[in-house]
Structure formats: structure tokens, C-alpha cells
């Protein structure tokens, strides 16, 4: 969900990936589901692990899940990182909330931060 909200956010001067230290091999469907909601479309989206991009001249590396600012691995060079620890959804589903909600609830947190952010980059 962060990678298609941080690019609807940016404009095309900005490359965004998104990558994971255990990835599932496949994008949750109703991730899918809850940024379609909002005119992103993710669908083509997959899941990749992060050591695909040490290599390739990374800038800035966000993380935004739990413990992944301490999984995630020394990039090369002066790279910037943020971490913003937003729930897995998967795993984020409250007491009377349906699966689908917990997406939803996170989905507009990730959006608060990431379109604050992009605002910013933008600016400089």
C-alpha cells in the first residue's frame, strides 16, 4: 500500500519501490482492494525482497512496519532513512473490525504520512 500511495503522491522526478527483509510472495488482496478504493490501482504491484536494491544507488529507504527499521540492512552511500511504524494489517484487525476495516484504517494513516511527505520532497 505505501509503494502505490507514495507514487500517486510524487510526481515521475521520483522513483518508488517497495520491498520487503520477509516477503510474502504476492500482494494481499485487500491491500489491492483498499487502495482501489482511493484511486490507486496496486494490482500489478508484487512482492520483492529488499536485497534486490542494495545495489542499485537508493537515496532513501523508508520503513514502515514494526520491526523493520532494525531488519532492514545498511544501504551503500549516503541514503537517508524514515521509519514510520504503521501496523501490518494483516495482523492489525481490532475487536469488531472486519479485515477489510484494519486496511482501510492503516491505508489512511500511510496516506496521511506519505502525502506530507511527497509535499515536502516536492517543495525542495
Not at 500500500?1 to 500482494?27: C, N, T
Request: charged fraction near 25%.
Amino acid at each position: 500500500m505505501a509503494e502505490g500511495i507514495l507514487r500517486a503522491a510524487l510526481d515521475d522526478r521520483f522513483e518508488v519501490h517497495s520491498a520487503g527483509a520477509k516477503p510474502a510472495g504476492y500482494v494481499h488482496e485487500l491491500a489491492i482492494k483498499a487502495v482501489s478504493e482511493i484511486g490507486v490501482d496496486i494490482s500489478s504491484h508484487t512482492s520483492k525482497h529488499l536485497d534486490q536494491f542494495l545495489d542499485t544507488g537508493i537515496d532513501t529507504v523508508i520503513t514502515v512496519c514494526g520491526n523493520a527499521n532494525d531488519a532492514c540492512p545498511v544501504f551503500p552511500g549516503d541514503v537517508n532513512r524514515y521509519h514510520w511504524g504503521f501496523e501490518d494489517p494483516p495482523h492489525a484487525q481490532r475487536d469488531g473490525e472486519e479485515p477489510i476495516e484494519a486496511f482501510r484504517r492503516i491505508r489512511d494513516e500511510i496516506k496521511l504520512v506519505f502525502e506530507a511527505y511527497a509535499a515536502g520532497l516536492q517543495e525542495q
